[in-house]
């Protein structure tokens, strides 16, 4: 494992665990963010990642360990820190009876920094549709609307609980090419099971499988420690291997390891 210190961390956790009876969901979990970086969360679905965010947000509590976010355990968060976190989910729930102004209107007398010019600027970008109610939005229009409810504060820290999932290649060029880089201020928690598209803008990745860490540290970092995985290049290039090609051969590596160690008949 490998963890790259370079700057101070705005997330950690330390040996953290979640288990719902016999089912271990995540185990031993030890993940540094660096303040300012693009963390990607990656794994398949069921490895963890949501679990993680959850624990870090306080939604729910761990089994075992700890989780600091912004330098506070997350056991600890409060309404003021709360305002310095932008959080998105794929599931997030919206009021699906107020018009989309309405809730913007509610949001701007609940944070003493919201920017009524960034609001426009995004809410003019992602076509949001001022008169319709939220709960007569589609899918990947209630997720731009989400994402357009989370910048205009401007949190220090952004989560994003897989942002890109169910949208079509237009809208994840619309978040990606349009919505990031106005977070580019911001640090930012991303969870995603679709590799190609973070490899576009991540700085920093953590790898999960089956809630357990395979690999955290700098994009480039990663790079130069998944080559001798990649066994001459056949599960991808090797001077420059894929985000997909890497974690598919730590996966496989992970999975060996675990046959090696497991009880002979």
């Known amino acids: 494992m490998i963890v790259d210190d370079a700057m101070a961390a705005v997330i950690e956790t330390r040996d953290l665990s979640k288990a719902y009876g016999d089912f271990g969901a995540l185990h031993a979990l030890n993940i540094s963010m660096p303040r ?76 003493s920094r919201w920017d009524r010019q960034l609001e426009g600027e995004l809410r003019e970008q992602l076509l949001l549709p001022s008169r319709r109610r939220i709960g007569e939005l589609s899918h990947g229009m209630r997720l731009k609307m989400a ?17 890109l999932s169910g949208l079509d290649a237009l809208a994840r060029d ?6 990031l880089h106005r977070a580019a201020e911001m640090s930012i928690l991303i969870s995603s099971h ?12 953590a790898f999960l499988h089956e809630g357990r860490l395979l690999f955290q540290g700098s994009v480039g970092a990663l790079a130069e420690h998944a080559i001798p995985l990649l066994q001459d290049g056949r599960s991808g290039d090797a001077h420059k291997p894929s985000l997909r090609a890497i974690f598919v051969a730590m996966v496989q590596d992970a999975k060996r390891a675990a046959a090696r160690s497991a009880p002979q008949p």
């Open 194 to 205: 679709e590799l190609d598209e973070v490899e576009r803008f991540a700085t920093h990745v």
């Open 36 to 111: 300012g970086s693009v963390f990607a969360l990656l794994g398949a679905s069921g490895a963890g990642k949501t679990t993680t965010i959850k624990i870090l947000l306080n939604m729910i509590e761990p089994t075992r360990g700890t989780a600091t976010i912004l330098g506070v355990s997350s056991r600890c968060l409060t309404p003021r820190l709360l305002e310095q976190i932008g959080y998105v989910s794929e599931n997030q729930a919206l009021p699906a009876r107020l018009r989309v102004e309405e809730f913007f209107r509610y949001l701007r007398d609940c944070y």
């Open 147 to 163: 994402l357009a409810c989370a910048l205009p504060f401007r949190p220090p820290l952004l989560i994003l609980d897989e942002p």
């Open 174 to 179: 619309e978040i990606i090419g349009g919505f």
